[in-house]
């Protein structure tokens, strides 16, 4: 079992940007990384994933081009920065791993292993 804990969320105002890490408590180097967000009375929503090498990435729609999700194996550790932030993007995030060979292109969040805790993003307007 991998310990996932997420860091970085915060209040912040619309236009700006967070950048949120996930430090893993085992390396992570054989997992996909995915970040996950849920709103309140929301279903949680796919929001990105990065394979084990970094070497491909996927975006739910609504933050294609304003979040990029990265990752740092060398420490374990993946991130995602968020751009030019939204009112709608005030969720609770989460980043998942999964060691099965899924497609990156499958966003079931039941395919996840193991979850963090969680950091809260609050965007104002």
């Known amino acids: 079992q991998v310990q996932l804990v997420e860091s970085g969320g915060g209040l912040v105002q619309a236009g700006t940007s967070l950048r949120l890490s996930c430090a893993a408590s085992?390396?992570?180097?054989?997992?996909?990384l995915g970040w996950f967000r849920q709103a309140p009375g929301k279903e949680r929503e796919f929001v990105a994933a990065?394979?084990?090498?970094?070497?491909?990435?996927i975006y739910g729609d609504s933050v294609k081009g304003r979040f990029t999700i990265s990752r740092d194996n060398a420490k374990n550790t993946g991130y995602l920065q968020m751009n030019n932030l939204k009112p709608e993007d005030t969720a609770v995030y989460y980043c998942?791993?999964?060691?099965?060979?899924?497609?990156?292109?499958?966003?079931?969040?039941?395919?996840?292993?193991?979850w963090g805790q969680g950091t809260q993003v609050t965007v104002s307007s």
């Open positions: 085992v390396t992570f180097s054989s997992y996909t």
């Open positions: 998942a791993v999964r060691s099965r060979p899924y497609s990156l292109t499958n966003y079931n969040p039941r395919t996840y292993d193991d």
């Open positions: 990065i394979t084990w090498n970094g070497d491909s990435t």
